[in-house]
């Protein structure tokens, strides 16, 4: 059977060469796990955009909802999309902090999944922010369009291959915490993985050691020098009242939960709940990824039946567009510090 993605092959994403940690070669009968990228798929993804992209970047930032939807203008139809005007540093969405930005959509990397969801506009735009070489993902994939988690991830791992180190991981998420306000941003410093739990998780299925081991840890798996520093930083751009740190947790959605549902979460110890970052976070650490990720809180989640009010995507949105100032500020003075202190990866 030859079932086509992305106009590729399935053939081509199901070559399933890499190294079984039991030593037996690895044949994959079930469809379900059969179909992941390869390497050597990844790698033809990645020499696609090496060519047209002259430079390597260091540092990945992920663009949550409302966070990443705004086109840059472009120059012409081609599939690079060259900024032609300089825009304010501090408006629009964070993939404009970038300079002299070169923008590819995903319509035209081979491999790549496509976003379907409002807000997440679509492409991959390379430039530097803070004077450091920078790819920006505008636009995640997510459980509920239907893509799997390795899928969902899949882009984790071409910014590995392109270079990155060190990635950063924004969501819009409703809070659980009773101190957040709507507006807030959380420092995540731990997740619950909910999907997980069921033995959903983007590392199933065949290992290939050329990204990282069988059996990752998690226990470290936000950069807490990075968490420390981002501290710091809100504090010096008059952000300190506004920034917590805190548990994230992500169910699949892509219904917003129910009363009973965010009262268990909030038991479970989550401070924030949203419908990304999890499977992210873990194939980043696993790939050997330094990782910073926050959540702007774009809701207070509720959790009482007495309250009428109801959470909506559109409402996340705005709540994006209203921070999105502040987000860019941080972010750039942020990763200001990082590079001054010279943070390595999780294993040297
Ligand atoms: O992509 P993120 O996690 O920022 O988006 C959140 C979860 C849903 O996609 C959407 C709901 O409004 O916001
Ligand atoms: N699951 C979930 N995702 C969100 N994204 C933004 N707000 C929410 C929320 O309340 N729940």
């Given at each position: 059977m030859s079932l086509k993605l992305n106009g590729y092959h399935n053939a081509k994403l199901s070559g399933q060469n890499g190294t079984s940690t039991n030593g037996h070669a690895n044949k994959i009968t079930d469809p379900d796990i059969g179909h992941r990228y390869t390497y050597e798929v990844l790698v033809e993804t990645v020499d696609f955009i090496k060519s047209r992209v002259p430079f390597e970047p260091v540092v990945g930032i992920i663009c949550g909802s409302g966070l990443g939807k705004n086109q840059i203008r472009h120059k012409n139809a081609s599939d690079i999309l060259y900024l032609f005007s300089e825009i304010d540093p501090f408006t629009g969405s964070l993939a404009e902090c970038l300079t002299s930005p070169i923008e590819i959509s995903y319509t035209t990397i081979p491999n790549f999944p496509q976003s379907t969801v409002k807000g997440h506009a679509g492409s991959l735009v390379f430039g530097h922010l803070s004077g450091l070489p920078t790819v920006c993902m505008k636009g995640r994939f997510h459980y509920y369009e239907g893509y799997p988690l390795w899928k969902c991830c899949m882009p984790v791992r071409v910014m590995k291959l392109l270079g990155v180190t060190h990635l950063i991981i924004t969501n819009a998420a409703g809070g659980l915490n009773p101190k957040f306000k709507v507006g807030d941003i959380m420092f995540v410093n731990d997740h619950i993985n909910i999907m997980g739990f069921a033995g959903?998780?983007?590392?199933?299925?065949?290992?290939?050691e050329r990204f990282g081991p069988r059996f990752p840890p998690m226990n470290q798996a936000y950069n807490r020098t990075i968490i420390n520093l981002a501290k710091k930083v809100a504090k010096e751009i008059g952000l300190a009242d506004r920034v917590h740190e805190g548990v994230y947790t992500c169910l699949g959605g892509p219904n917003f939960e129910t009363v009973a549902e965010l009262n268990m979460l909030k038991m479970l110890g989550a401070d924030a709940v949203g419908m990304s970052t999890v499977h992210e976070v873990i194939t980043a650490n696993h790939c050997n990824m330094t990782v910073f990720a926050f959540s702007l809180i774009t809701n207070e989640c509720v959790v009482h039946y007495e309250t009428e009010d109801e959470p909506s995507h559109e409402e996340v949105m705005d709540v994006g567009k209203q921070r999105e100032d502040s987000l860019k500020q941080l972010v750039t003075e942020l990763l200001k510090e990082v590079f001054h202190l010279g943070i390595t990866t999780r294993r040297g």
């Open positions: 959903n998780n983007p590392l199933q299925g065949p290992n290939d």
